[in-house]
Structures are given as C-alpha cells and as structure tokens.
C-alpha cells in the first residue's frame, strides 16, 4: 500500500519552460512534505519542504504547492535548466515523534533537454 | 565540509551470510537514518538513531539491526541474508530539525548471490 505515490514515471521538457512534478499521499497524519533530487551515483539531496500549515513555499526556481484538500502536491522549476535533469522524489513525515522516518514516493525522471 | 561517508561502497556476499554497512555523519549531526533502495520498492525507512538511541523503526525483520556510537557514527547489520536484501543501503545524516532535511551519502551497493 503506497501511501506517497508519484504517478508519472518520468517528463521531459524543453530548457527555460516550467516543469511540474506531481505527487499524492493517503495519510492524513502526514504533516510534513518534502522534495529531493537524486543523480546518477549519488544520495538523493534534499530540496524544498513544506508544512501542512502552509499551501506554498517558494526557494529560487522551485516552488512546492500543497493541496491538503486533495492530498496532492507538486514541484515547479521555472526556468527549467538541463542541470536540473535528475529524478526527483517527493517525501512525507508524520508529525515530530516520526522524527527522520520520512515516506518516499516512487520518484519521477526529469529530462530536460537544451 | 565533508559529507556522510558510507563504507564499503560496493560489496557481494552470498545467502545466509551476514554483512555489516558503517556511515560516518556530518560532524555536529546527532541524527543517523538508514533507508534501503531497490527498483521494486523504492526508498524505504529503515531506522533512525539520535544520541545512541533508536528514535524509530520500519517494517523490517529482525534481522536488519542498528547501532549509533558516542561519535554518531553508525553501523547496520543484516543477518542470513536473502537474495532480496540486494539494494543500495543509504545513509543520512541530520541535526534533527528541521525534521526530514537529510543529507544522504553515497550508499553502499549490496549483492547478494
């Protein structure tokens, strides 16, 4: 049972348009969301976050919306860079007692191409 | 400054053999998590440590285990392995708040034949 489901596998845009990378979850205890981004033999490195107490947060090109209503979230990178090619993972914890026990979608391939 | 560093990188081990993954965190980081990645599953939790404790546990067996030391670095163990403990086991570090803001390393790359 996937409680953090990435539903598109990967995406590919054209540099200097927006990317959207989506994400739901089914537990309602989660309070806590975030975004990583993971190269090719690398660990994933975290990117943005955002509390259920808030419906946006913005860092730079990335900006996480949240959607409790639906239990959806989304990742937007405007302008989109080919640096910015990875797989990107949406992640969710469940109050402070979860501590690091973070949920981790499937995650999606981005590609973006020059 | 240095990042988490996992050791060994990559390793191969057979059935019912057991093997033991270290991470050295990010010096001042009190938090250790280990999560294990395969193409089935995908990221999965493991366990945390804080200050030589276990703060939590995911849905393993027993006989995936763990430990912190006084220096916060961390070791886990897996014990009569199974063909499907094959994944890349990472490690990640952190403060312990904000909760979730982790630095993973590299991981170490477990085959088991």
């Known amino acids: 049972d996937q409680q953090v489901k990435q539903n598109s596998p990967s995406l590919s845009v054209q540099e200097g348009r927006i990317s959207i990378l989506n994400c739901d979850y089914t537990?309602?205890?989660?309070?806590?969301f975030l975004w990583y981004k993971k190269y090719p033999a690398e660990g994933p490195t975290f990117l943005i976050s955002?509390?259920?107490?808030?419906d946006k947060n913005e860092d730079g090109r990335f900006t996480v919306f949240l959607n409790k209503s639906a239990k959806h979230l989304s990742l937007h990178i405007v302008p989109s860079q080919p640096g910015d090619s990875a797989v990107y993972f949406c992640?969710?914890?469940?109050?402070?007692?979860?501590?690091?026990?973070?949920?981790f979608g499937g995650g999606t391939r981005l590609m973006v191409k020059p | 400054k240095a990042g988490v560093t996992q050791t060994p990188r990559y390793l191969i081990k057979t059935r019912g053999q057991q093997v033991t993954l270290s991470c050295s965190p990010i010096?001042?980081?009190?938090?250790v998590s280990w999560y294990q990645q395969t193409p089935g599953q995908g990221l999965q939790f493991l366990f945390e440590?804080?200050?030589?404790?276990?703060?939590n546990k995911g849905n393993f067996p027993g006989r995936f285990s763990g430990r912190q030391f006084s220096n916060s670095r961390s070791e886990m163990n897996v014990s009569t392995l199974e063909l499907g403990d094959s994944a890349l086991y990472l490690c990640?570090?952190?403060?312990?708040?904000?909760?979730?803001?982790?630095?993973f390393g590299e991981g170490s790359r477990l085959t088991v034949l």
């Open positions: 990640a570090s952190s403060k312990g708040v904000p909760v979730g803001e982790l630095f």
């Open positions: 537990n309602s205890m989660f309070d806590y």
């Open positions: 955002i509390s259920s107490i808030k």
């Open positions: 992640a969710a914890s469940s109050g402070d007692n979860a501590g690091n026990m973070l949920t």
């Open positions: 010096s001042g980081h009190r938090s």
């Open positions: 440590y804080f200050s030589e404790t276990q703060r």
